[in-house]
C-alpha cells in the first residue's frame, strides 16, 4: 500500500508512520529524515541548514529529487508510507508525473495549541529516530535514552517555538491547497489527530484497511 499523511508540523505524521509501518508492512520515508541526512553528506548541505533553520519549504524539484531516489530502495518494493512530502500541490504532480500513485491519502487534524504542545516537547532518537515526547507521556523507560537502541535523544532546531511558529505559517499557505489537490481525487481520508495516541492508532489502521 501506498501511502501519504499530510497535516500540520506536528499532526503526528511522524508518530502515526513509524507505528503504523510495520502493520502495514512498509517503508517509512520521513522527508525532514532525508533533509537532515544530507546536511552532512549531500551536495546541497549548506542550503538545506539554513532553510531548516528558517522553517521554510524546499524547492520543489530538489525535494522530488531527494524523494525519489528513496522510492527506489528495496524496502519500498511492497509500499511505502510518505511523511512530509507532498507539501505543494506541485510537489503532488511530480510524483504522479513520475507514474507513482498512491492509494490513500491521510489528513491528520490538529489545532495550533495540540502543535505547540507536542513539538516543544518532542525529543528524537539519535539512532533509530523513535520520537518520544515529554508534554504528552511518551516518555523513555530512561531519562535522555532511546528505548529501542539505546542511543542519545536529542530536539530538533525545527522544534523550538520560534521555528514551529513560522513552519506553521508556510504549511497553512503551501500544503494547505493539498487537501483539496487529494480530495477531488478521492483519495482523502480526514482523521482528528488532537487525541491521544493509542486512541488515534488503531482506528486510523482500521480506516486504512478498509
Request: hydrophobic content about 35%; proline content about 3%.
Amino acid at each position: 500500500m501506498k501511502l501519504i499523511f499530510l497535516g500540520a508540523p506536528g499532526a503526528g505524521k511522524g508518530t502515526y508512520s513509524f507505528r503504523i509501518k510495520d502493520e502495514m508492512n512498509v517503508a517509512h520515508i520521513s522527508t525532514g529524515d532525508l533533509l537532515r541526512e544530507n546536511v552532512d553528506h549531500g551536495e546541497y548541505g549548506g542550503m538545506i541548514k539554513e532553510t531548516m533553520s528558517e522553517g521554510k519549504l524546499f524547492p520543489d524539484e530538489l525535494m522530488a529529487s531527494l524523494l525519489l531516489e528513496r522510492l527506489s530502495k528495496d524496502d519500498c518494493s511492497k509500499g511505502f508510507i510518505l511523511d512530509g512530502f507532498p507539501r505543494t500541490v506541485r510537489q503532488a504532480e511530480i510524483l504522479a508525473e513520475k507514474g507513482i500513485e498512491v492509494d490513500k491519502v491521510v489528513q491528520l487534524d490538529v489545532n495550533e495549541e495540540t502543535v505547540l504542545n507536542r513539538l516543544s516537547g518532542r525529543h528524537t532518537c539519535t539512532s533509530c529516530k523513535k520520537l518520544y515526547n515529554v508534554n504528552t507521556g511518551m516518555l523513555p523507560a530512561q531519562e535522555g535514552k532511546c528505548d529501542d537502541c539505546g542511543a542519545e535523544l536529542f530536539q530538533r532546531e525545527d522544534d523550538k517555538e520560534d521555528t514551529i511558529k513560522k513552519r506553521l505559517a508556510v504549511y497553512h499557505e503551501s500544503t494547505k491547497p493539498l487537501i483539496e489537490f487529494y480530495e477531488d481525487k478521492g483519495k482523502l481520508i480526514k482523521h482528528d489527530s488532537n487525541r491521544e495516541v493509542t486512541v488515534v492508532i488503531p482506528e486510523l489502521i482500521e480506516r486504512l484497511k478498509e
